[in-house]
């Protein structure tokens, strides 16, 4: 491939809700721009971007492919991203290091929930955009719905700079509103504009031409006077004003039929900006804490972006980048500014889909991909030693969905830990812990089906076969009164015995407090060497509570007396007798089961309101608030976490799959007595 310079490149994301055409779109300008000789399809799994086993199987992306385009002297890296709400994380990723954004529609469906998904995350970037109504040769498909959608849903000024030729299967091409010229067929090959649409043509080029103008004083002093703006002033004004993206361009085509790709390619290329033009980089010095900028060329320190890592068990780790400033070469050695270690960098790639491109440098501006980094992950910045900087990583979004992870088999068990963190680390919205009060391995991610296609990617890339079941809940126990105890453990054998007395006082303590230990021993009733076995003791016993079994939390031991043998008094002797006071004294301490309580914030179409509100209520939540935004409405409410344990499918279900969610943890709340003695019963009758 081809080297290009900084002012050549552009570095698109693709993005739109589920099943809106991004991966057929990407085929397509691969197509156009003879990097490939015939169109892959979705459904046949031929395409150049979704390539992994899963995605083939789902006809659906899983994860963000780079497939850069050349097209008249530029090189167009197009990111296609996942529109499934689920992998989210990929989206995120890729919008980091993108300069613009294409959002995709479908001309059927219109805006759909991961529209505006999609749009918020471009907003976060600043980023200018282009819409596409894709699928325009489908039945039922309309163009000026979905316009009409647009412009109701979000505040920008949408200006068709295209209209379509025909709808449905009388699609044909389109009508280019600036150059006025019809563009028929796959190859775009220019025709006179049909009559039948010459007052919608003159409609929507009196808007865009009334848009164009309002980007300099020249241009609307021209336009006020009545003179014809040139096509070469159109142009430059239209670009103003998608950069400062108070106007967003409107185009159309159909994928699948190759039709309005060549024209929407040279749209890319003229109104999106390079990352020459997008201005200068900023970034944080590690060492003091300040901000720096930096210039997007070559000539610059270096800044790299480690923006998706993928894990394959023959290569190693993939690690995809962006080069902000300076130039990146291989067989070189680079700095990783958070771990602060030296980063041997060998071959360089350009990605092209699953396929690596050997290349000698990425310049300043451009996309590749390195294997076998040692230190580095999602979100790292690599650097000079002598010139250390961290460009802001992607942030992604906290799980919501989690299993809990069996091995089925002892080799399994020996592998699975140190794949799901290599899974985790490809996937920064994938979590794996470890739930010390349950035993049991966590695995958490965005939905049902990222962490059902994580434990498949288990089994197919490393080999580990793995059973997923719903987590237990980790209630704790707590008291709710004062008491005091003796614990006394005396054991006499044939030599020497086993002498330990101590008397503590247990006292509840405000939610969240944890636990606490006081030494008000005076005069040595218990000898100071032994005071912390005393202390370890409860800490030991304190993790089996005598209710359920759950950690016991949020109380006050205070150790007032006791006493001790000098022979046969031990380390071990205090540790026990405090095992037996913490038995003795809990039960008379009123003891409860507590159940973590999390914040949600659900946001949803206005109209499933009430069905979500009904629903909350029937799983004990409490509504918080509500709010309106852009047409959806936002709830805050708290939920037990027992209620809320595949809540990401009820959700779906009942917002027909355009509801979503966030979540985290709040408190810890006394679980009221009938569902707590169901809780006691079972967890006894599982002890048995």
Known sequence: MKEYQTEQLRNIALLSHGSAGKTSLAEAMLFNTGAITRLGRVDEGTTVSDYDEEEIRRHISLSTSVVPCEWNGHKINALDTPGYLDFVGEV?????????ALILLDAVA????????????????????????????????????????????????????????????DFEGVVDLIAMKAQQGSKAEEREIPASLQDEID??????????????????LKYLEGEELTEEEIRRGLKVRIADR???????????????????????????????????????????????????NELGPLAVLAFKTLADPYVGKLTYFRVYSGLMESDSRVFNSRSGEMERIGQLYILRGKDQI???????????????????????????????????????????????????TKSDLDKMSTTLARLAEEDPTLHVDREPSTNET??????????????????????????????????????????????????QTGGRGQFGDVFIRFEPLPRGSG??????????????????????????????????????????????????????SSEIAFKLAAHLAFKKAIPEAGPVLLEPIMNFTITIPEGFTGDVLGDLNSKRGRVQGMDQQRGM???????????????????RSITQGRGIYTMEFSHYEEVPSHIAQKIIGEAKREME
């Open 515 to 568: 636990f606490e230990f006081v030494d008000e021993i005076r005069g040595g009733a218990v000898p100071n060497q032994y005071i912390p076995a005393v202390e370890k003791g409860l800490r030991e016993i304190m993790e089996k509570g005598i209710l359920a079994g759950y950690p016991t939390a949020d109380f006050r031991a205070a150790l007032y007396d006791g006493s001790f043998h000098t022979v046969d």
């Open 246 to 296: 108070s106007v967003v361009p409107v185009l159309c085509g159909s994928a699948t039929a190759n039709i309005g790709i060549q024209p929407l390619l040279q749209a890319i290329i003229e109104y999106l900006p390079s990352p020459a033009e997008v201005g200068e980089i900023v970034g944080t010095n590690p060492a003091t804490g300040e901000e720096e900028t930096l210039e997007p």
């Open 358 to 408: 050997p290349t000698d440098r990425v310049r300043s501006g451009d996309i590749g991909a390195v294997a076998k980094l040692g230190n580095t992950s999602t979100g790292d910045t690599l650097c000079d030693k002598g010139h250390p900087i961290v460009l802001t990583p992607p942030t992604f979004p906290k799980p919501v969905f989690s299993v809990a992870v069996h091995p089925k």
């Open 633 to 651: 409405a936002v709830i805050t409410a708290q939920v037990p976490l027992a209620e809320m344990q595949r809540y990401a499918t009820d959700l």
């Open 203 to 220: 409609d929507y080029r009196l808007q865009l031409i009334e848009a164009v103008a309002e980007s300099e004083d020249e241009l609307i």
């Open 110 to 169: 219109g805006v759909e929930v991961g529209t505006d998904l999609v749009w918020g995350y471009a907003d976060e970037q600043n980023l200018p955009r282009l819409i596409f109504i894709n699928k325009m040769d489908r039945e039922n498909a309309n163009f000026k719905r979905c316009l009409d959608a647009l412009r109701e849903k979000f505040e920008a000024s949408f200006i068709p700079i295209q209209l379509p030729v025909g709808s449905q299967a």
């Open 92 to 100: 995120k990723g890729a919008v980091r290091v993108a300069n613009g």
């Open 442 to 491: 966590i695995l958490s991610g965005m939905g049902e089906s990222h962490v059902d296609i994580a434990a498949r990617r288990l089994h197919q890339k490393f080999g580990v076969n793995i059973t997923t079941s719903v987590p237990k809940v980790p209630y704790r126990e707590t008291i709710t009164k004062t008491t005091s105890a003796q614990g006394r453990h005396k054991k």
